[in-house]
């Protein structure tokens, strides 16, 4: 495989990820695997652009102060033991066993990215004891509504566990598995939007770099390989939220999402056996 | 992955984040820095291999060796026979590896120090401790 192709295509992955929100991974893993990388390596190589990716972006969100590194902290204890149980389950599948985990994640995270509901956020009713005694009030300076906004975050004895799963699912298909993280920092702990997916930015450096460790060590990282596949995609999503910023194109989005969908309903195929 | 690399800009609610604004810089900037040196390193590795050769073919595995090792052997070749193509692509992964690490790292030393705050020191001393066992596994 030629390395500018890599490159080429890693570009096109990272800023699908961006543009759609579903982040570089779970575009990069099914494009390599379509040119003919092994499955095992593509996700070593994923999970390592996605320590980038994350970092990245993660990086202005805590210098704004809208990560709440408290919350992130906490949950990275049950993230990466997942992220290392995940990636050590993966070198040890059966190759269908992955196409078909990784159509169906895919496919999942592309309802509940589709079925977004714009709901306004619900402050957390009642913050439990645990809770408070891992002091993860949080607030920060909200630039939509010009002013500071203060909440609390609950039931963390669920979110912790949770998060192994997330975590999980992570270091197994190597990708950050945001959607999931944000689902259970919304709906378990109660987080505001734009907390819940900076924070989830934070866990998911680390995450990877748990599962990095177990690939690396397994000899399925070539860095000749990688090299270009992670400046593809950091170019990539760089291009993709400069774009967004700008474009806010609904047509765009479904675009993207319909490629999406393809992607997932092709992994899930090769799962099952069927040659396309 | 809404904004990477994006500069700072909402104004930091002083009264709100005073305490906590020292960790805040650090961790960003620790991060940012940690990615754009990578993404230098791996960029100027991939530059040189393609000027000197006439394409882009890097092909090599790190197998045998845990990530300390690997540092260490790259660092030590750096040191003896200068940068080459191979030698900044493998320090460009080795940073972008330890970004995330470094952050724990700091963290838990700014928990520990500056805050003092047990309880999250044993917390990302956890983190910390799961993650260098993790990197030593070859």
Same mark, same amino acid.
């Given at each position: $495989? ?19 929100? $579903? ?24 999970? &390592? ?21 408290? &919350?992130?902290?906490?949950?990275? $204890?049950?993230?990466? *033991?997942?992220?290392? *149980?995940?990636?050590?389950?993966? +070198? ?6 992955? @196409? ?29 004891? @645990? ?31 949770? $998060?192994?799963?997330?975590?999980? +699912? ?11 993280? &944000? ?50 995609? &950091? ?22 999402? *319909? ?18 | 992955?809404? #904004? ?23 961790? %960003?900037?620790?991060?940012?820095? %940690? ?21 882009? =073919?890097?092909?090599? /595995?790190?197998? %045998? ?26 320090? %460009? ?8 690490? /470094? ?17 999250? /020191? ?6 910390? =401790?799961?993650?260098?066992? #993790?990197?030593?596994?070859?």
């Amino acid at each position: $495989m030629s390395p500018l192709v890599l490159f080429a295509v890693s570009i096109l992955a990272g800023f699908i990820g961006a543009m759609s929100g $579903m982040g570089g991974g779970i575009v990069l893993v099914p494009a390599l695997t379509l040119l003919g990388v092994d499955i095992k390596h593509a996700i070593a190589i994923s999970i &390592v652009s996605v320590i980038a990716t994350s970092s990245g972006s993660a990086s202005a969100y805590v210098r704004d102060h809208i990560t709440n590194l408290k &919350v992130g902290m906490f949950l990275e $204890m049950f993230t990466i *033991v997942g992220g290392l *149980v995940g990636a050590a389950i993966t +070198i040890v599948s059966a190759q269908h066993l992955l @196409f078909l985990a990784f159509g169906i994640v895919l496919l999942a995270s592309w309802m509940a990215l589709f079925l977004q509901r714009h709901e306004g956020w619900r402050p957390v009713a009642h913050v439990d004891a @645990f809770s408070r005694w891992l002091e993860l009030r949080g607030g920060y300076y909200d630039q939509a509504i010009g002013e500071t906004l203060t909440y609390d975050a609950g039931r963390a004895y669920f979110g912790g566990p949770l $998060m192994f799963g997330a975590g999980l +699912i992570a270091g197994l298909l190597g990708i950050g598995a945001g959607a999931l993280k &944000v689902l259970i920092h919304d709906l378990v702990m109660g987080l505001p939007p734009k907390v819940s997916t900076t924070t989830s930015n934070l866990i998911i450096g680390v995450t990877a770099l748990a599962g990095t460790s177990v690939y690396l060590a397994a000899g399925l990282i070539n860095p000749g390989l990688a090299a270009p596949i992670i400046l593809g995609i &950091v170019v990539g999503a760089f291009i993709g939220t400069r774009v967004l910023v700008r474009l806010r194109n609904e047509t765009v989005r479904r675009f993207f999402l *319909v490629v999406l969908f393809i992607l997932g309903a092709q992994m899930l195929l090769r799962g099952l056996g069927v040659r396309l | 992955m809404t #904004s990477l690399l994006k500069t700072a800009s909402a104004p930091a609610d002083q009264t709100l984040h005073k305490a906590k604004f020292e960790m805040e810089t650090l961790v %960003g900037y620790l991060l940012a820095g %940690g990615v754009i040196l990578s993404m230098i390193f791996i960029a100027a590795g991939l530059a040189w291999d393609w000027v000197t050769t006439g394409r882009l =073919g890097l092909d090599y /595995t790190i197998k %045998g060796m845990n990530f300390f090792e690997f540092i260490v052997a790259d660092v030590k070749e750096v040191v003896l026979t200068g940068f080459g193509p191979r030698r900044l692509v493998s320090l %460009g992964i080795a940073t972008l590896m330890l970004t995330p690490f /470094t952050r724990v790292a700091a963290s838990m030393v700014y928990f520990a120090v500056v805050e003092r705050n047990w309880k999250y /020191t044993i917390f990302t001393a956890f983190v910390l =401790g799961v993650l260098t066992y #993790s990197l030593f596994l070859r």
